[in-house]
């Protein structure tokens, strides 16, 4: 089975830099996803990661770590916009491309 | 554009009624799942098809069923709603192969049985 663990909440401020993280216990791990999802809308696609390091993608960037089971979503110089909910997924080994989802980070960010 | 639609947006029914929610996608797209999203759970897979007549539990599979006639389509059927089933229901779809594909969601139905 799966299970991922994510903090429930979090603030932050406008400009500064925030990192949440993710930790799973999967049977199998072939790939973990981020996603954001404002309130009331549908989840859309931040980053993919299935090798350890970093990946970037302008001011968002996801690590992971296979052998601790870890990774986190950095997001930098913090928008009003970013105030929302992330999701950390795992993709389990031979599950095709189906998806287990943590519970979500409620982001705020305040002026 | 391609993209991914669900109908309806909003619906209210009665305990013990048939519910049948659809879920279109003009991606060509192989994969298809369901979910339900509730507070404190998070999203929680419901059915999913990787394919036409292709179709699979999730976890939370007990009272819904689904049936893959064609490739655009994945109908979700509650066969008999339940206050349980009150919920936010997300579509979505990805390409066949894993790799870096991610899904990509429809913009949800919001259920409530009285």
């Known amino acids: 089975g799966q299970n991922i663990d994510q903090p429930t909440e979090m603030t932050a401020t406008e400009g500064a830099i925030v990192q949440i993280n993710c930790t799973y216990q999967t049977s199998g791990f072939n790939g973990l996803f981020w996603y954001q999802q404002h309130a009331g809308e549908a989840p859309t696609f931040l980053s993919y990661?299935?090798?350890?390091g970093l990946e970037e993608k302008g001011r968002f960037s996801s690590f992971l770590s296979r052998s601790k089971g870890y990774s986190y979503l950095l997001l930098k110089e913090l928008q009003m916009k970013d105030s929302a909910s992330y999701l950390c997924a795992v993709r389990p080994t031979g599950g095709g491309n189906k998806l287990t989802f943590g519970t979500g980070t409620q982001l705020k960010v305040e002026l | 554009d391609a993209e991914i639609t669900q109908s309806p947006r909003h619906k209210i029914t009665e305990t013990g009624r048939q519910v049948t929610l659809a879920c279109h996608q003009t991606w060509n797209h192989n994969n298809m799942f369901w979910y339900r999203q509730d507070l404190g759970h998070g999203l929680r897979l419901i059915h999913y098809?990787?394919?036409?007549?292709?179709?699979n539990k999730g976890e939370v599979s007990d009272g819904y069923s689904v049936s893959r006639s064609n490739t655009e389509d994945l109908p979700l059927t509650l066969e008999s709603a339940a206050s349980s089933q009150t919920s936010v229901y997300f579509c979505?779809?990805?390409?066949?192969?894993?790799?870096?594909?991610?899904?990509?969601f429809g913009p949800g139905t919001r259920l409530t049985v009285l």
């Open positions: 979505a779809s990805s390409e066949r192969l894993a790799g870096g594909n991610e899904q990509f």
């Open positions: 990661n299935v090798l350890d």
């Open positions: 098809s990787y394919g036409v007549q292709d179709t």
